[in-house]
Every structure is written in structure tokens, then in C-alpha cells.
């Protein structure tokens, strides 16, 4: 699926967190959204994984069919993983199996389905593990498994890595590189990791100021930004 937004401006109180932006994410694509604190990257993630509005503006999701309506069945081909995002009080299966449960996805299949994805983040021997007596770094592997069990059409990822060691870090790119680029999903990812941005991305789009300043293919970008700004955000010269 593409996801294409249309001027979309977003303010919460007096504080404008997005002024008129307009970006698409083509089908099956791996784009890394970058920027300092506060430039509105997670507004615009959670716009366009429909689960906040704004003011104005719009969000469009097409297939090769046409603009496809906004209904549970839409929402159901979404899936987002956000900071501080809880499990359930309950084990690693039944936390990852629920997304399946939900969409009366018969047991047996539920049940090889969720091994699998676990296998794959390398947590299979914590699936009968209360969820809540996970280190960091597994608790976020499990948000991972959780979002992809249900095999999305589009992914939504606000900083999947933050405050992850490299060893975690790297069991989630895989699995990221491997899902996503197999398999035609689209990715939006949040990072302040310039160095993940350029293994996983194949789109860089860099905002400030509630603003997107540049959107490029992922070499570009950081060999040859076109905006100044986009230049001195990547080589630290953002204060002056
Ligand atoms: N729910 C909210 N209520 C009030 N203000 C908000 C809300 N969400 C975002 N903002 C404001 O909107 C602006 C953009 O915030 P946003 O969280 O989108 O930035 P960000 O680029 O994700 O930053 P960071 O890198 O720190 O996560 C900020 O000034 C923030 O204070
Ligand atoms: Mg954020």
C-alpha cells in the first residue's frame, strides 16, 4: 500500500507540531524519518498510521486498486510500534498471539505463526515468560513480533532501537530488513540513529520545525543533501 499525505498541518494548543506537510511512501518501500527533538516526526507517524487526526490536511492510503477506504479492514493492515508501548500482564505467546486471536485466526495457525515470528527475534525460549519479566531489549523485540505477526501491508516504527544495545539492535533490523524487503511492506521508521537510517532506509525524509525539508533516496541524502539544513543537522552544526 502507498501512503500519501496531503498538507497535512497539525497544532496542540498554541504549539504547532506540523505546518503543511506533504509525503508519500511508496508501496514496499523502507523509509527512515529523521530530524531533531521536537521536529514532529512521531505527529507525523502517528498521523499517517491513522491514529490521530489533523487539523487539516489529509491522509490517502492506495493500492494498485485505487484510494481504499478507512475501515477496520484498512486498520487491520496497519500496525505500529511506538515508544513506551506496554505488554499485556500476561506470557510472550499470549501477548504476540493476540493480534491473531483478534482476527479469528484459527489456533493451529496461531499458533505456528507466532512461533515463528518469535524464532525470528530469537525469543522463543521466553514465550511461556511473563512478558513483564523481560529485560528491555526483549520487551522491545517482543513489541517487534507483535507488530509483524499479523503480516501489515504498512509499518509504523517510532525510534524501535532507542536505548537498545547492538546485540538487540541488530536482532531487529534483521528481521526488519528480511519482512519488509521480502514481502512488499511499507516501513516508516523514526530514528536518531544516522547509521541505521543508512542500513535499513532506501528513503530518508528529514524534518524540522514541524516541517519536511527534504525527502531522497537514502545515498543522496547523506552524501549530498540538497538543503543547507538538511546539511548541518547531518554534520552537527545545527546550533549557530
Ligand atoms: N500530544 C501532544 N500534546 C501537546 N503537544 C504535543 C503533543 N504531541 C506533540 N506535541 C508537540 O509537538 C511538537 C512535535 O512533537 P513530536 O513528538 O512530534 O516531535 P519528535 O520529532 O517526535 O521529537 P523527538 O525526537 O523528541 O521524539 C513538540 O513541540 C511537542 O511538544
Ligand atoms: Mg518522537
Redesign the pocket.
Known sequence: MNVVLKNIS????G????ADCSVSFPAGTFNA?I????????????IAALL?RPDSGEVVYTDGGGVLRVDLSLRRRIAVVL?GDSLFNDSVFNNVAYALRIRGVERRVVSERVHDILGRLRLSDKAHAGARSLSSGEAQRVAVARALVAEPRCLFL??PTVSLDPVNTEIIETVLREIGRGRGMTIVM?T?NMFQAQRLAERVIF?YG?RIIEEAECERIFTAPEKELTSRFLTGRMVW
Request: charge should be neutral; hydrophobic fraction near 25%; charged fraction near 20%.
Open positions: 497539525k497544532s496542540y494548543g504549539c504547532t507540531a506540523l524519518v530530524g531533531p527533538n521536537g521536529s514532529g516526526k512521531s505527529t507525523l507517524l502517528r490521530e515508544p517510532d525510534e523514526i536518531h524534518m514541524g
